[in-house]
């Protein structure tokens, strides 16, 4: 098991599974990580990850809504259609960003599976 940043991860087909640290899931290292909500304390997702202004950048999440959690998304994250996304429990998600500039993230959500 990796510690990556203020998080727990470990990692598995280049994907990190973060686990929350006083209630942040902060992602530090690479593009794709998995989440879950195991408790009903809102948390936060940060994303503290090396800016580039030169290549996009994308970040994909997996998220386990295993149990009714407020989830903030960090500044500068814009949603498809001005969507903010809502989640069922028991459902999985997809969570995709996309940044041309480290700075405004355009997002979307696949799923309930």
């Given at each position: 098991?990796?510690?990556?940043?203020?998080?727990?991860?470990a990692s598995s087909s280049?994907?990190?599974?973060?686990?929350?640290?006083?209630?942040?899931?902060?992602?530090?290292?690479?593009?794709?990580?998995?989440?879950?909500?195991?408790?009903?304390?809102?948390?936060?997702?940060v994303f503290d990850l090396?800016?580039?202004?030169?290549?996009?950048?994308?970040?994909?999440?997996?998220?386990?809504?295993?149990?009714?959690?407020?989830?903030?998304?960090?500044?500068?994250?814009?949603?498809?259609?001005?969507?903010?996304?809502?989640?069922a429990v028991g459902g999985?998600?997809?969570?995709?960003?996309?940044?041309?500039?480290?700075?405004?993230?355009?997002?979307?959500?696949?799923?309930?599976?």
């Amino acid at each position: 098991m990796d510690i990556i940043a203020r998080g727990m991860a470990a990692s598995s087909s280049n994907t990190s599974i973060v686990s929350p640290t006083n209630n942040t899931y902060t992602l530090t290292q690479g593009q794709n990580f998995e989440i879950e909500t195991t408790d009903d304390t809102a948390k936060t997702i940060v994303f503290d990850l090396p800016k580039s202004d030169s290549s996009i950048s994308n970040i994909t999440i997996k998220l386990k809504y295993t149990v009714a959690a407020a989830i903030t998304f960090p500044v500068g994250v814009v949603w498809k259609d001005g969507i903010i996304p809502t989640f069922a429990v028991g459902g999985t998600y997809l969570l995709l960003f996309t940044s041309y500039d480290g700075e405004t993230w355009l997002a979307s959500s696949i799923g309930r599976w």
